[in-house]
């Protein structure tokens, strides 16, 4: 795994440059990511891989699926994987990608796994809480593990702040058995 992600950084941070430049960020980060839908798509993930189309067949694929969401950049950008027999890395590309375009508008993103769905009030508070201590702006994901039993883990970039039940109780017996 690691290994495409090493391959798709190099491409995703090529074409973060060529949005950025280019003032397109938020429209690159959409078309980004419906190339990395359509790319899992086991149906498009077949032709991708059929030896039998070439790139241009495979490039208008695309444009058929996608249709006006490509622009010029984009389209070239399909072009260059496509003949590099790179396109299915795409959601790895998209993945780093949006990571650098998190980093470019000063966002961070927190995973917060609680025991319970979070109400909408705890969620700001832990976002204006998280925002605070970060300095950034937080998008949340947010999961469910009723094994934690109670309170949540977020996790912020490789950071982690544990304030679960099972946490607390672990972190409990560590300290008794010292």
């Known amino acids: 795994m690691a290994e495409l992600a090493t391959i798709a950084r190099p491409y995703a941070e090529a ?5 950025r430049d280019g003032g397109a ?3 690159w980060a959409e078309t980004m990511s419906l190339l990395a839908a359509v790319v899992a798509d086991p149906k498009v993930a077949g032709a991708v891989d059929n030896p039998k189309l070439s790139s241009t067949q495979k490039q208008s694929l695309f444009t058929t699926v996608l249709g006006d969401k490509l622009d010029a950049g984009t389209t070239q950008f399909v072009k260059v994987l496509l003949e590099a027999d790179r396109v299915k890395l795409l959601p790895q ?3 780093h990608f949006q990571a650098l375009k998190r980093d470019n508008d000063n966002v961070a993103r927190a995973t ?7 109400t909408d009030q705890q969620r700001d508070e832990l ?5 605070k201590r970060y300095g950034r702006q937080i998008e949340t994901v947010e999961e469910v593990d009723a094994s934690l039993l109670g309170g949540a883990r977020i996790l ?5 702040i544990d304030r679960s039940v099972v946490g607390q109780l672990n972190k409990m017996s560590r300290q008794i058995k010292a």
């Open 25 to 27: 960020l938020p429209k």
């Open 127 to 131: 976002k204006g809480a998280l925002a």
């Open 112 to 118: 917060i796994v609680s025991a319970f769905p979070l």
């Open 93 to 95: 590309i998209n993945e």
């Open 15 to 19: 074409a973060f440059a060529l949005a």
């Open 156 to 160: 912020v970039g490789d950071q982690v």
